[in-house]
């Protein structure tokens, strides 16, 4: 592997504009479980929504291509294909058991932690290219690049100051001054700075529900992570908390990839910029988030963003 | 099953009327009665048996309070405390505790030192390490550690620890309180494993994929989420260890020999405050002589140190409690 | 950056591998003393058969007591361990039982609930030399009763009464609530639930607290040493059959005694080195009466186990 620097920008800063543009990569010869469903092309600029980004054609990030996944005998992904781009926010919907968790999970391995499992496709992760289903890929290295919230905030057993610096310190950082810089970029960006600053040394488990989900992201956030992944994480949160969370997400996707489960399709509606139907482990439909909401492609999509079942 | 009230519907509507003495029943009135009765008997048999714990615990205090009173009517508090010497069988007797504390406490941290490590460490390894099948086998042999008698186990001490122990360290004698207190932390290491590893498999996965998600390995895991986590019930099983180690009698009285001696080194023989209650009692003191009451309040002040440890145990366990 | 914050790409990966190699490192660590815990167990066991050797012949249990190593026995010190078990499993076992029922099914959470609830904790903590003291200031000479056979079990009943109550109290909280719920709907008293219902359901985890608690008694030591158990009995105390009326004699609670442990505990203690076999007999003897008791608890909590799982 290259031996890129580390010091890649911060994702809390604005990036300047990359130089041209890059289409998504369409691999040949690649099996789409549908046909209308394919990983599809760059969206133009007038199809973004008004997030303040500086108006660019998306570059794609990640890359599903026939990715599989089973537990044991039972297949629970049946073959994904799909583009994550770059610093933007990607819903994955659908019913309870389509995969859509599972599909986040294999991005940073959490599989690994649980026997009997096997992946089988190819997950790419750019711009090194690298297969995150591969055998012998370092899960560490992986997690340390890919970050994930879940559904039930989990602050560790520890102070707010060592949650966030949890990430840091993994990281290898030791020096106390860049840590404690860190540590308040990372509480800035996930606008609890002002809430916790003077109580950095209290047990993270005395905040409120939204303000410990917060302090996840913050810890998410302070290890630089080139992508982070969230696992529903408002369905546990008020809906005041579930708002401030999501004006959060928001914020982030200028700068960092953003891949969201969601059971709520309006959240989807409300932040993604790009929507991914699945069923029963398939990708039903992908597209623009606007596209997949009122100009459904499929009728199976059509009736679940309707809500004839869920 | 036959409704209990009665009371038909259209009694409700129709005008009032007076209403009957008592509610027409068709159970057997008498049966229900003696059901009630036999279920207040009940009631009251197994409260007197809770009740009863607290009398056991009046009995125990009592006893060692109204001996150790009289054995204070004789013996000034202040030479108790502070003398160096604890000779009470003598014709010029001495009554300084401080030799039976000090033996006690050096056995304990000796203990503690073996106990407190080991048992930490297998506890986190059975519990983020070890195969589930694995588990399930250790686990309940370790406990069979602590069936051990604790006799048997001071023959142990004597006659096979001390002897390897006098191939490192030749000058040991066969006497010492090495042998003994690293005996005791072994019997006592299933107490740590076996309730520190209940402790942390209680901590919710949920912690932990926190936790591996950012890049962690499987120690630092176990180390900085899963054992902080964990600290209130790991705590708990420290405290019980050390409760054991202070009390224990027999592995001592085998293997420490029973002469007292003012050291912190556990190469020496010493006496602990059990061991000297055990020698006392194998001898024939005459009821009420200061050689007997001495033996009672040598027990209250371990009663107290065991006390005093409870409650700070208590402390600290309400300090760490779950946070999850 | 601080000195050994990493900085470039193969620095991580150094890093990394290091970390993993102290992971490894500590599995070995934590399986080599686990093991060696149960391998100081096993030495234990050998070392005391292999000293036991010359004296693992029948006389041991049917010869008494001697001055002469070669023909010394156990049998009153057996004798002596059945008896006293008696006397302790009929103070134990339905004082134990009783407290726990009452505890679970009729206590309110009240002052009294709370003050009986510190109160056995605080008895299981009593170090056993100091129940010894108790017995000799109040069983002994306050209420005159001896040193015999009858102080001795009641002595030891008092000291692993925790033991069963902690056990009961578990066995009866993993009743089901529902189980009591549907008692009650038939009209049930509570004394009728729980006789019928809750402590059938709960027998073998009641059982297994007796069994261990009994297992426990049968090696203390120390309150009995205190109480003035004698260590060369000669004799047996009388039998509780007689074949004259009343048939049955209660003779043998006031009678001296001694026990297994005490026995040993005398023979190590002896300045001739030819006791020393006898005594690793006894402790032979000893050890496979408690292991067996305890191995047979384990065992039958594990069928329960088993048995709840499926």
């Known amino acids: 592997m290259a031996t890129a620097s580390l010091q890649r920008p911060s994702p809390l800063a604005v990036q300047a504009s990359h130089a041209g543009a890059h289409a998504g990569p369409t691999l040949p010869g690649v099996p789409s479980s549908s046909p209308d469903s394919r990983a599809s092309l760059p969206v133009t600029d007038a199809d973004l929504p008004e997030f303040g980004a500086p108006p660019r054609p998306p570059e794609v990030k990640a890359e599903a291509v026939g990715l599989r996944f089973s537990y044991g005998t039972h297949e629970v992904l049946k073959g994904i294909s799909m583009p994550f781009h770059k610093d933007r926010i990607t819903a994955l919907i659908g019913p309870s058991g389509c995969g859509k968790s599972t599909l986040l999970r294999c991005f940073n391995r959490m599989h690994d932690l649980y026997p009997g499992t096997k992946y089988g496709g190819q997950l790419l992760l750019y711009p090194d290219k690298l297969d995150i289903c591969r055998k012998g890929v370092d899960a560490i290295r992986l997690r340390l690049r890919i970050n994930m919230v879940f559904q039930k905030p989990n602050p560790f057993p520890k102070s707010v100051f060592e949650n966030v610096a949890f990430g840091p310190r993994l990281s290898g950082e030791r020096s106390r001054t860049a840590i404690e810089g860190q540590v308040e970029e990372a509480l800035k960006g996930a606008a609890l700075w002002d809430e916790v600053k003077d109580r950095l040394s209290h047990p993270a488990y005395k905040l409120s529900g939204g303000q410990q989900q917060r302090l996840c992201i913050a810890r998410a956030l302070a290890s630089n992570p080139e992508i982070i992944l969230f696992d529903e994480p408002t369905s546990a949160l008020d809906p005041v908390a579930t708002l401030k969370i999501e004006e959060l997400i928001i914020g982030l996707a200028e700068r960092t990839t953003i891949v969201i489960v969601t059971h709520n399709m309006h959240q989807a509606a409300r932040i993604s910029h790009t929507t991914a139907f699945m069923y029963l482990g398939e990708l039903v439909e992908f597209g623009k988030t606007a596209q997949v909401f009122q100009n459904p492609k499929v009728e199976l999509t059509q009736k679940y963003v309707t809500g004839h079942f869920g | ?324 | 950056m601080a000195h050994g914050t990493p900085t470039t790409e193969a620095q991580l990966e150094r890093m990394i591998r290091r970390r993993r190699l102290v992971d490894r490192c500590f599995f070995a660590l934590g399986a080599l003393l686990v093991f060696a815990c149960l391998g100081v167990l096993a030495v234990l066991v050998a070392d005391l058969v292999r000293d036991a050797m010359p004296r693992l012949r029948p006389e041991l249990i049917t010869n008494f007591p001697s001055r002469r190593p070669v023909e010394a026995g156990l049998k009153s010190a057996l004798v002596g361990t059945c008896l006293v078990m008696v006397v302790t499993a009929a103070v134990a076992v339905p004082l134990g039982i009783a407290a726990g029922l009452y505890l679970e099914e009729y206590a309110r959470k009240n002052w009294f609930t709370t003050a009986v609830e510190i109160n056995i904790a605080n008895l299981a903590g009593v170090p056993s030399i100091v129940w010894g003291l108790m017995a000799l200031g109040l069983l002994v000479y306050q209420f005159h009763l001896g040193r015999n056979i009858l102080t001795a079990g009641l002595t030891l009943g008092f000291l692993v009464l925790p033991v069963v109550i902690v056990a009961t109290r578990e066995a009866v909280r993993a009743v089901p609530q529902g189980l009591r719920e549907g008692s009650y709907a038939c009209g049930a008293t509570r004394w009728q639930t729980v006789r019928r219902l809750v402590v059938p359901s709960s027998m073998s985890g009641i059982l297994t607290g007796c069994i261990l608690a009994l297992s426990r008694a049968v090696g203390e030591t120390a309150p009995l040493v205190t109480i003035g158990a004698l260590t060369y009995i000669a004799f047996l105390p009388p039998a509780p059959v007689k074949s004259t009326p009343p048939f049955v004699s209660l003779e043998w609670l006031s009678s001296e005694f001694t026990v297994l442990p005490i026995q040993l505990f005398n023979w190590v203690s002896r300045p001739d080195p030819r006791f020393l076999a006898n005594a690793a007999a006894a402790g032979v003897v000893l050890l496979a009466i408690t292991l067996t008791m305890n191995a047979s608890a384990i065992l039958l909590r594990y069928r329960l186990r088993k048995k709840y799982a499926s």
């Not at chain 2, 409260?47 to 009592?62: L, R």
């Not at chain 2, 009470?88 to 203990?111: C, E, H, R, S, W």
């Not at chain 2, 122990?165 to 000058?171: I, R, W």
């Open chain 2, 1 to 324: 099953m036959d409704p209990i009230d009665h009371t038909p519907a259209s009694a409700l509507m129709s005008p009032p009327r007076p209403a009957p003495a008592r509610t027409p029943l068709k159970r057997n009135r008498s049966g229900d009665g003696r059901r009630k009765l036999v279920d207040r008997v009940a009631q009251w048999v197994l409260f007197s048996a809770a009740a009863f714990c607290i009398v056991i615990t009046v009995g125990v205090v009592g006893t060692l309070l109204v001996e150790s009173i009289g054995f204070f009517r004789h013996v000034s508090l202040v030479e108790f405390l502070t003398g160096t010497e604890w000779t009470p069988l003598f014709d010029n007797p001495k009554f300084g505790i401080m030799p039976l504390i000090a033996g006690t406490v050096t056995v304990t941290a000796v203990a503690l030192c073996v106990s407190i490590p080991v048992g930490t460490i297998s506890a986190m390894w059975l519990s983020e390490y070890a195969p589930p099948k694995a588990r399930e086998a250790l686990k309940p042999m370790l406990e069979m550690l602590s069936a051990v008698p604790t006799v048997v186990f001071g023959y142990f001490a004597l006659l096979t620890v001390t002897p390897f122990l006098q191939k490192f360290m030749p000058d040991l004698p066969g006497f010492n309180m090495l042998g003994p207190g690293i005996v005791i932390g072994l019997m006592t290491v299933p107490y740590v494993a076996s309730l520190g590893e209940d402790a942390m498999r209680a901590v919710p996965m949920a912690l932990r994929e926190g936790a591996y998600a950012m890049g962690a390995t499987r120690l630092q895991v176990a180390w900085r989420v899963v054992f902080p986590a964990a600290l209130s019930g790991i705590s708990a099983a420290y405290v019980l260890t050390f409760s054991r180690a202070l009390g224990e009698t027999m592995v001592v009285a085998v293997a420490a020999g029973m002469q007292p001696n003012l050291t912190f080194d556990p190469r020496e023989p010493a006496a602990t405050i059990t061991a000297y209650i055990v020698q006392v009692s194998l001898g024939d003191l005459p009821h009420a002589s200061i050689g007997y009451q001495s033996i009672f309040a040598a027990g209250m002040v371990l009663l107290l140190m065991t006390l005093v440890f409870n409650i700070a145990g208590h402390f600290l366990r309400k300090r760490f409690r779950e946070v999850y």
